[in-house]
């Protein structure tokens, strides 16, 4: 025991040591200056789909099954938790034919808590209509983000359920250049398909979609003479669900976008990362915490009992 102790004046010497320390430390945490720094940052519009179909429940967060939107809401606060302060965030909203934007971009760190608050509301009593046309909501979120300053990067998630449906010769024409925005398609949703819960003006679900009250073949085409008998023979399956992986893979190719299927926060910035969107952003830095966590630390080392400390030391050597 005699070999594991400390007299009392070396007692007094750390103890006094380490008060020191943990002053200047904390004189520093507050009174040191900030630091500039260049950081990468990427800036993002999330794109959230907000028809009906995004109300089926076969997502699942942890081991928990939850809808498709709380698939998103989820996804999209975690990809806020991942981007570094100074990235700038817009959430938009889509139903019908167009994307509406809800927040114009702003910063992610010092406005967080408000677009989290947003990202919440948005539900299907916002929709102004039931329709889900994909492909025309995705090109007007592009046109969006060209007038955004900076210009970003779309996160465009959605199960990829286009209603009324496209027969694949009639695809909506896209006037831009592919590429020319960046972005990633986002898909949500399990590949069986799934029956469509029908909500009201509450967000209150009152049952499901049943196969007369939906569209099964395309209106343009069922007028066609030449697409008219082969669309007469479509299987009737519109008002069933499942996440349309060929549709979004070609519309991300006609748009010049990565397609990931369900991915997490982390694969995401990865791949926003390896688009080049990432733009240079020079922030202060405060070494707050730094200071701060120091000298905590250096205050709670002081409290231990020394026989512990010796005894932790001896057994590293």
Not at 42 to 57: G, Q, R, W, Y
Not at 69 to 80: K, N, T
Not at 277 to 301: C, H, I
Request: charged fraction near 20%.
């Amino acid at each position: 025991m005699a070999g594991r102790s400390i007299n009392y004046l070396q007692r007094i010497r750390l103890t006094a040591l380490a008060m020191c320390a943990a002053v200047v430390l904390i004189m520093a945490a507050l009174w040191f200056p900030h630091v500039d720094r260049d950081i990468k940052v990427v800036d993002t519009l999330f794109v959230i789909d907000i028809t009906d179909s995004m109300l089926v429940k076969d997502a699942r967060i942890g081991r928990e099954a939850v809808t498709r939107l709380d698939w998103s809401q989820e996804f999209v606060r975690q990809a806020m938790l991942q981007m570094p302060c100074g990235s700038k965030v817009a959430l938009a909203a889509f139903t019908d034919s167009r994307s509406l934007i809800l927040v114009n971009p702003i910063e992610v760190c010092a406005n967080y808590h408000d677009l989290i608050q947003v990202l919440y509301k948005i539900e299907p009593p916002m929709a102004w209509a039931k329709a889900s046309e994909v492909s025309k909501a995705l090109f007007t979120a592009i046109n969006q983000a060209k007038d955004m300053d900076p210009e970003p990067s779309i996160v465009f998630i959605t199960d990829g359920h286009e209603s009324p449906p496209l027969h694949e010769t009639l695809y909506p024409k896209f006037g831009g250049t592919p590429g020319e925005v960046s972005g990633v398609l986002i898909g949500v949703g399990g590949t069986d398909v799934q029956p469509i819960p029908k909500s009201n003006e509450d967000g209150e679900i009152t049952g499901y979609w049943d196969v007369n009250e939906v569209l099964h073949v395309d209106v343009y085409a069922a007028f066609r003479g030449d697409l008219a008998d082969a669309m007469a023979n479509v299987q009737r399956t519109e008002h069933l669900s499942s996440q349309k992986h060929d549709h979004m893979e070609r519309l991300g190719i006609m748009v010049g976008f990565d397609y990931l299927d369900m991915p997490t926060a982390n694969q995401l910035m990865r791949t926003l990362r390896a688009l080049d969107s990432a733009r240079t952003q020079r922030v202060e830095y405060d070494p707050y915490p730094v200071f701060a966590g120091l000298a905590l630390l250096l205050l709670l080392l002081l409290y231990l009992p020394y026989g512990l400390l010796l005894g932790l030391r001896k057994r590293k050597t």
